[in-house]
């Protein structure tokens, strides 16, 4: 909240000490805070170390790839999909997540 209210450099200390032993839905967060303050650069570089940090998370991969595809860069998020649905085709979240990205909706809007 600190950083979207314009407070970066108190979200700033807050983000150090959260991620001196991150996990990948730490890495997650980061990157959906930038994501909603529209920076995203910082957005795309934090969720690649979300996938980074754990590369068996299904639901991981068809959220960032939702974000891909919301942001225009539909391969990319296609191909994180498909990797979702190929690990757990039963997910339910994964069909959630994939109609919002198709229809151009925030998850959880």
Do not use: C
Request: hydrophobic share 35%; charged share 30%; net charge neutral.
């Amino acid at each position: 909240m600190y950083y979207l209210a314009g407070e970066k450099d108190k979200a700033q200390a807050l983000m150090e000490r959260a991620l001196r032993k991150p996990k990948a839905s730490d890495w997650q967060r980061v990157g959906q805070m930038y994501a909603d303050a529209g920076e995203n650069a910082k957005a795309e570089e934090a969720f690649l170390k979300a996938l980074a940090a754990d590369p068996k998370d299904d639901t991981g991969r068809s959220e960032v790839g939702s974000w891909y595809i919301r942001n225009g860069q539909r391969d990319k998020g296609e191909e994180l999909y498909a990797q979702a649905f190929a690990r757990n085709p039963s997910e339910l979240w994964h069909y959630v997540r994939a109609g919002e990205a198709y229809l151009g909706v925030p998850p959880g809007h």
